[in-house]
C-alpha cells in the first residue's frame, strides 16, 4: 500500500503523513471491502483538488488494475503547457501560417486540432498514438465493465485541461495559479494589508457604552465602533496583450498567483500595450469597462499597473495611435495615463523587463515611468512599490 | 446505518458510499461543484434517511466564524439591568441568560447526533473557515466572555458545500474529505427528472434533455443547471405543452436563462466581438 501512495505523491499528489494515518485507519475499519470503495476512500482521503483528479485515476488504474504505468499522459498535458506547444505557436506566427489575431480568433478545440495535424503528424512525434490522442475523450479504466459499480472515470477531464492549456497561451490568461513558490514574495505581498478601520459602525463599544452609560446616570446610552476589517481595495491592470509580453508571462503569473490570496477586494483589468480610455474585464479583451467606472474607484483604491511599457512611440504619443482602429478616441495614450494616474494617488507601475534594459528598449518606458512610478517586477522592486503605495495610501 | 438516498432525491452509488465513509470516519465532508448539482440538497436528505435533526448555517461573507458557535446578546444585557427582566425570567446576574447558541453550538451540545450543514463555505474570509474548521475537529469551542468549554456530546455529520467562487486554503481542504461533484450526465439527470414528475412521456424527456444540454454547451455566463431544468418542465406541463420548441424557439426560455445578457445572447445567438 506504501508503493502506491509512493506512486501518487510521484505523480505530483501533495500528501501528508496525516492522510497516511487516516487512510490506514479506514482500512482498519474496514471501509474498503472492494476495489470500488478503496478507489473512493483513497481518493477522498489523499485527494483535496479536482485538479489531481486525473493524475489519481491514473495512479490507481496503474497500481491496482495494471495499466500501463502513469506518467505518459502527464507528459501530453505538460507538453501543450511547455515548449512544443509554445514553439508551435512561435513558428506558425513567424513563418505567417497564422496570424496573433487569427490565433486568437481560433476556438481553443480549433487549435488543438491544427497542433495536432502539422506537429504531431508531420515530424512524426506520435508517441505511439495511444497516450497522446489516445487520452482524448478515453480514460484509463472508462465507463465500461463497471457499469453501475461505484467507480466512474470522467473522460473529458484532460480534454478539458488542454482547453484550459490552449487557451492560456492563446490569450496568455493569468487567470492560472501557477503554484511557483516564492515565500519570501508572499511576505512582500502581505505588506501590502494595512488593517484600517473600515466597515458599517455596527460592532458595539462595550467599555464605551457602559462609561457612558455610567455618566449618563444610569441611562443607556450605546456607543457603536466600525468593525475591524481588512478592507483594501486594489486594481490589477494586466498587460496580456501582444507577444512582446509573451516571455513575462511566467514572472506575471508568479506574482499574480500570489497577490490573488491577499486582499479580498481585487479586481483585475486587461489591456493591451497601452490604455485608451477602456480597459477590460477578461482575459479575451471583450467585455469593456467604461473609462468612468474605473476612475470612480479613485483614491482609496491601489492600482498596480503589470506590463512592460514597451510600444511604438506612436501608440503612446500620436492621437489614434491605439492599434486597434475602432477604438473612438482621439487623444494619445499618453493623455489617458495621465488622467489615470490623477485619479489614483496611490499607483505603480510593475515593469517585467530589467531595470537596465528600460532606456534600451523602447523611448515609451522612461515615459510612462514619467508618470507613474515605475519599479521592476523583482522582489526590491515589489517592495518599493509597496513602501510607496502604503505611503500613498494613507492620505485621505 | 447506512445512508442509501431518499425517494425524492436520486444519489450515485458513488455519492452514497462516500457519505457513509465520512460518516464512519467522523470527518467533515466537503462537497464542490456547480451550483444545482444537489451539494446542499444532500445534507437534508442524509437527515431525512438517517433521522437526524439538522442544524444549517447558510455563511455570509461577514462571518467571523464564532457567531455560528454562540452569540452573547450584550444590548439585551444592558436593557435588563436598567429595566429588570420583567417577566421574561432573565437573571441579569447569570450569564447564561444572554448566550445563545448557533447551528455549531446546538449541534454540540444536542443529546442527539445531528447533521451539520455548512453552506456555501467559500463566502467567508480564509481566516473564518480555518477557525470553524479548528472548532469541527476538536469538537469544542470556548465561550470566551466566561472561558467556558462545551464540547460536543456526539459529533456531528459535517457537511460542507462550496461553490468554488473563491479558492479554499490548503489546510482547509487537507482536513476535510473533499469530493467534487460532476454535472450529471444525460441518464442520471433523467432519473432526477423522473423523480420529481414521474408522468412525463419518453419523447418530451428526450427532446427537454437535448434542448437543455444544447443550451449547457453554448456557453452561458451562467449555464441552465437542475434546477432550472425542472422549472422549465414545470412550466412546460403546467402550460400544456407538450413539445420544447428548439431551435430559437425554445418554449419559457426565462426559466431556463436567468441573465439578461444570456437572454441576448439566445436570441441573437452571435458571438460577442473578439478583437
Redesign the interface.
Same mark, same amino acid.
Given at each position: 500500500m506504501l508503493s502506491f501512495i509512493n506512486q501518487l505523491r510521484q505523480a505530483e499528489i501533495p500528501i501528508s503523513l496525516r492522510h497516511v494515518l487516516e487512510f490506514y485507519q479506514a482500512l482498519n475499519k474496514g471501509l474498503a471491502p472492494d476495489l470500488d470503495r478503496l478507489f473512493l476512500l483513497a481518493r477522498l482521503v489523499f485527494i483535496k483538488r479536482v485538479e489531481h483528479y486525473d493524475a489519481f485515476e491514473r495512479v490507481f488504474a496503474a497500481f491496482f488494475l495494471g495499466q500501463k504505468p502513469p506518467g505518459t499522459a502527464l507528459d501530453w498535458e505538460d507538453a501543450l503547457a511547455g515548449k512544443p506547444f509554445e514553439d508551435w505557436l512561435r513558428e506558425q506566427v513567424a513563418s505567417g501560417a497564422m496570424t496573433p489575431e487569427e490565433i486568437r480568433s481560433f476556438s481553443p478545440e480549433e487549435l488543438l486540432k491544427r497542433f495536432w495535424e502539422t506537429v504531431l503528424a508531420q515530424k512524426g512525434k506520435h508517441r505511439g498514438g495511444n497516450t497522446w490522442v489516445g487520452t482524448h475523450g478515453r480514460s484509463p479504466f472508462g465507463h465500461s465493465g463497471k457499469a453501475g459499480g461505484g467507480v466512474r472515470v470522467h473522460g473529458q477531464s484532460l480534454y478539458g485541461t488542454a482547453q484550459k492549456v490552449i487557451g492560456q497561451r492563446n490569450y496568455v490568461s493569468y487567470d492560472e495559479r501557477s503554484a511557483l513558490a516564492q515565500e519570501n514574495l508572499r511576505q512582500t505581498l502581505a505588506s501590502l494589508r494595512n488593517l484600517q478601520f473600515a466597515g458599517p459602525e455596527t460592532e458595539l463599544d462595550i467599555d464605551a457604552t457602559i462609561e457612558r452609560t455610567a455618566k449618563n446616570g444610569g441611562e443607556i446610552e450605546l456607543v457603536f465602533t466600525r468593525e475591524l476589517r481588512d478592507r483594501l481595495k486594489v486594481i490589477v491592470l494586466l498587460d496580456n496583450g501582444g507577444y512582446s509580453m509573451m516571455p513575462f508571462v511566467k514572472l506575471v503569473k508568479t506574482v499574480f498567483g500570489k497577490i490573488r490570496e491577499q486582499f479580498r477586494e481585487l479586481k483585475y483589468y486587461y489591456f493591451h500595450n497601452c490604455i485608451y480610455g477602456t480597459v477590460f474585464r477578461d482575459v479575451y479583451r471583450s467585455q469593456p469597462l467604461p473609462w468612468d467606472q474605473l476612475l470612480m474607484q479613485g483614491p482609496e483604491t491601489r492600482l498596480i499597473i503589470i506590463g512592460d511599457a514597451n510600444m511604438a512611440s506612436s501608440e503612446l504619443m500620436a492621437a489614434n495611435g491605439s492599434l486597434y482602429f475602432h477604438t473612438e478616441d482621439r487623444r494619445p495614450g499618453v493623455e489617458w495615463l495621465k488622467e489615470l494616474r490623477a485619479a489614483f494617488p496611490a499607483s505603480v507601475w510593475l515593469n517585467p523587463l530589467t531595470k537596465e534594459w528600460w532606456p534600451k528598449e523602447s523611448s515609451t518606458v522612461m515615459r510612462i515611468g514619467e508618470i507613474f512610478p515605475m519599479e521592476e517586477l523583482t522582489l526590491s522592486g515589489i517592495k518599493n512599490a509597496v513602501a510607496y503605495l502604503n505611503l500613498h495610501g494613507k492620505r485621505k | 446505518m447506512k445512508f442509501t438516498g431518499t425517494e425524492r432525491y436520486y444519489l !450515485? &452509488? %458513488?455519492l452514497g %458510499?462516500?457519505v457513509n465513509? #465520512?460518516i464512519? *470516519?467522523e470527518?467533515p465532508l466537503l462537497l *464542490?461543484g456547480e451550483a444545482g448539482t444537489g451539494k446542499t440538497q444532500l445534507a437534508f436528505e442524509i437527515s431525512r434517511a438517517l433521522g437526524f435533526s439538522m442544524e444549517e448555517a447558510r455563511c455570509k461573507s461577514t462571518f467571523k466564524g464564532e457567531e455560528l458557535c454562540y452569540v452573547y446578546d !450584550?444590548?439585551l444585557r =444592558?436593557?435588563d439591568s436598567?429595566f429588570g427582566g420583567g417577566e421574561t425570567g432573565r437573571d441579569v446576574n447569570n450569564i447564561w441568560d444572554y448566550l445563545r447558541f448557533g447551528p455549531i453550538g446546538r449541534a454540540f451540545l444536542a443529546e442527539d447526533r445531528r447533521v451539520l450543514l455548512l453552506d456555501e463555505i467559500d463566502k467567508t474570509?480564509s481566516d473564518t473557515q480555518d477557525n470553524l474548521l479548528d472548532v469541527l475537529e476538536d469538537g469544542s469551542f470556548i465561550i470566551r466572555e466566561i472561558n467556558h468549554k462545551v464540547e460536543a456530546r456526539c459529533k456531528p455529520v459535517i457537511i460542507i458545500t462550496s461553490n468554488a467562487k473563491r %479558492?479554499l486554503s490548503?489546510p482547509f =481542504?487537507?482536513r +476535510? /474529505? +473533499?469530493? /467534487?461533484i &460532476?454535472f450529471p450526465g444525460q441518464e442520471e439527470i433523467s432519473l432526477i427528472v423522473r423523480l420529481h414528475f414521474p408522468e412525463i412521456p419518453d419523447v418530451m424527456l428526450d427532446a427537454c434533455l437535448t434542448t437543455f444540454y444544447q443550451l449547457r454547451e453554448k456557453g452561458f455566463e451562467k449555464p441552465p443547471a437542475t434546477a432550472e431544468l425542472l422549472d422549465w418542465i414545470g412550466a412546460l406541463q403546467s402550460a400544456g405543452d407538450n413539445d420544447p420548441g428548439d431551435g430559437k424557439n425554445v418554449r419559457h426560455i426565462g426559466t431556463l436563462l436567468k441573465r439578461s445578457q444570456d437572454l441576448l445572447k439566445f436570441k441573437g445567438m452571435d458571438k &460577442? #466581438?473578439? /478583437?
Amino acid at each position: 500500500m506504501l508503493s502506491f501512495i509512493n506512486q501518487l505523491r510521484q505523480a505530483e499528489i501533495p500528501i501528508s503523513l496525516r492522510h497516511v494515518l487516516e487512510f490506514y485507519q479506514a482500512l482498519n475499519k474496514g471501509l474498503a471491502p472492494d476495489l470500488d470503495r478503496l478507489f473512493l476512500l483513497a481518493r477522498l482521503v489523499f485527494i483535496k483538488r479536482v485538479e489531481h483528479y486525473d493524475a489519481f485515476e491514473r495512479v490507481f488504474a496503474a497500481f491496482f488494475l495494471g495499466q500501463k504505468p502513469p506518467g505518459t499522459a502527464l507528459d501530453w498535458e505538460d507538453a501543450l503547457a511547455g515548449k512544443p506547444f509554445e514553439d508551435w505557436l512561435r513558428e506558425q506566427v513567424a513563418s505567417g501560417a497564422m496570424t496573433p489575431e487569427e490565433i486568437r480568433s481560433f476556438s481553443p478545440e480549433e487549435l488543438l486540432k491544427r497542433f495536432w495535424e502539422t506537429v504531431l503528424a508531420q515530424k512524426g512525434k506520435h508517441r505511439g498514438g495511444n497516450t497522446w490522442v489516445g487520452t482524448h475523450g478515453r480514460s484509463p479504466f472508462g465507463h465500461s465493465g463497471k457499469a453501475g459499480g461505484g467507480v466512474r472515470v470522467h473522460g473529458q477531464s484532460l480534454y478539458g485541461t488542454a482547453q484550459k492549456v490552449i487557451g492560456q497561451r492563446n490569450y496568455v490568461s493569468y487567470d492560472e495559479r501557477s503554484a511557483l513558490a516564492q515565500e519570501n514574495l508572499r511576505q512582500t505581498l502581505a505588506s501590502l494589508r494595512n488593517l484600517q478601520f473600515a466597515g458599517p459602525e455596527t460592532e458595539l463599544d462595550i467599555d464605551a457604552t457602559i462609561e457612558r452609560t455610567a455618566k449618563n446616570g444610569g441611562e443607556i446610552e450605546l456607543v457603536f465602533t466600525r468593525e475591524l476589517r481588512d478592507r483594501l481595495k486594489v486594481i490589477v491592470l494586466l498587460d496580456n496583450g501582444g507577444y512582446s509580453m509573451m516571455p513575462f508571462v511566467k514572472l506575471v503569473k508568479t506574482v499574480f498567483g500570489k497577490i490573488r490570496e491577499q486582499f479580498r477586494e481585487l479586481k483585475y483589468y486587461y489591456f493591451h500595450n497601452c490604455i485608451y480610455g477602456t480597459v477590460f474585464r477578461d482575459v479575451y479583451r471583450s467585455q469593456p469597462l467604461p473609462w468612468d467606472q474605473l476612475l470612480m474607484q479613485g483614491p482609496e483604491t491601489r492600482l498596480i499597473i503589470i506590463g512592460d511599457a514597451n510600444m511604438a512611440s506612436s501608440e503612446l504619443m500620436a492621437a489614434n495611435g491605439s492599434l486597434y482602429f475602432h477604438t473612438e478616441d482621439r487623444r494619445p495614450g499618453v493623455e489617458w495615463l495621465k488622467e489615470l494616474r490623477a485619479a489614483f494617488p496611490a499607483s505603480v507601475w510593475l515593469n517585467p523587463l530589467t531595470k537596465e534594459w528600460w532606456p534600451k528598449e523602447s523611448s515609451t518606458v522612461m515615459r510612462i515611468g514619467e508618470i507613474f512610478p515605475m519599479e521592476e517586477l523583482t522582489l526590491s522592486g515589489i517592495k518599493n512599490a509597496v513602501a510607496y503605495l502604503n505611503l500613498h495610501g494613507k492620505r485621505k | 446505518m447506512k445512508f442509501t438516498g431518499t425517494e425524492r432525491y436520486y444519489l !450515485t &452509488p %458513488e455519492l452514497g %458510499e462516500i457519505v457513509n465513509i #465520512s460518516i464512519a *470516519m467522523e470527518k467533515p465532508l466537503l462537497l *464542490m461543484g456547480e451550483a444545482g448539482t444537489g451539494k446542499t440538497q444532500l445534507a437534508f436528505e442524509i437527515s431525512r434517511a438517517l433521522g437526524f435533526s439538522m442544524e444549517e448555517a447558510r455563511c455570509k461573507s461577514t462571518f467571523k466564524g464564532e457567531e455560528l458557535c454562540y452569540v452573547y446578546d !450584550t444590548v439585551l444585557r =444592558l436593557n435588563d439591568s436598567r429595566f429588570g427582566g420583567g417577566e421574561t425570567g432573565r437573571d441579569v446576574n447569570n450569564i447564561w441568560d444572554y448566550l445563545r447558541f448557533g447551528p455549531i453550538g446546538r449541534a454540540f451540545l444536542a443529546e442527539d447526533r445531528r447533521v451539520l450543514l455548512l453552506d456555501e463555505i467559500d463566502k467567508t474570509d480564509s481566516d473564518t473557515q480555518d477557525n470553524l474548521l479548528d472548532v469541527l475537529e476538536d469538537g469544542s469551542f470556548i465561550i470566551r466572555e466566561i472561558n467556558h468549554k462545551v464540547e460536543a456530546r456526539c459529533k456531528p455529520v459535517i457537511i460542507i458545500t462550496s461553490n468554488a467562487k473563491r %479558492e479554499l486554503s490548503d489546510p482547509f =481542504l487537507r482536513r +476535510c /474529505f +473533499c469530493h /467534487f461533484i &460532476p454535472f450529471p450526465g444525460q441518464e442520471e439527470i433523467s432519473l432526477i427528472v423522473r423523480l420529481h414528475f414521474p408522468e412525463i412521456p419518453d419523447v418530451m424527456l428526450d427532446a427537454c434533455l437535448t434542448t437543455f444540454y444544447q443550451l449547457r454547451e453554448k456557453g452561458f455566463e451562467k449555464p441552465p443547471a437542475t434546477a432550472e431544468l425542472l422549472d422549465w418542465i414545470g412550466a412546460l406541463q403546467s402550460a400544456g405543452d407538450n413539445d420544447p420548441g428548439d431551435g430559437k424557439n425554445v418554449r419559457h426560455i426565462g426559466t431556463l436563462l436567468k441573465r439578461s445578457q444570456d437572454l441576448l445572447k439566445f436570441k441573437g445567438m452571435d458571438k &460577442p #466581438s473578439r /478583437f
